[in-house]
C-alpha cells in the first residue's frame, strides 16, 4: 500500500496519508507519549467524493490521483495548510482518536 508523508516546510513529517479498503483517503498522525505514558492516534478518512475538491483547492489537474495530489501538495510547501484543513474538516470526512496506554 502506497503511502505519502506529508511535511512542513522544514521536512518535519506531520501527516501519513494512504488509501483505505473503500478508496477513501485515510490522514493519520501519531504522538509518542513519554512523560504522559500514553500514545495517541488521530485518523482522519477523508470521502473520495471530496477528492476533486481537494485538487481544485490547490489547483491540482482532475485527473491525477489523490496520493500523488498529497505529495504535490506537500513538495509545493502546502503540508501544513492541507493538514489544517484536515484537521479542520474542510471536507466531508471522520475522525478517529485513539488513546493507548505506552506504559
Do not use: H, P
Amino acid at each position: 500500500m502506497k503511502e505519502v508523508a506529508v511535511k512542513d516546510i522544514n521536512g518535519n513529517v506531520i501527516l501519513y496519508c494512504s488509501i483505505d479498503d473503500n478508496g477513501d483517503l485515510e490522514a493519520a498522525f501519531e504522538t509518542y507519549g513519554e512523560k504522559e505514558n500514553f500514545d495517541v492516534e488521530i485518523i482522519t478518512t477523508v470521502y473520495k467524493s471530496e477528492f476533486s475538491n481537494i485538487k481544485t483547492i490547490y489547483k491540482i489537474n482532475l485527473d491525477t490521483e489523490i496520493l500523488d495530489a498529497i505529495e504535490k501538495i506537500s513538495d509545493e510547501g502546502n503540508g501544513v495548510d492541507f493538514r489544517n484543513k484536515v484537521r479542520d474538516q474542510k471536507w466531508k470526512c471522520e475522525t478517529f482518536t485513539w488513546v493507548s496506554d505506552s506504559g
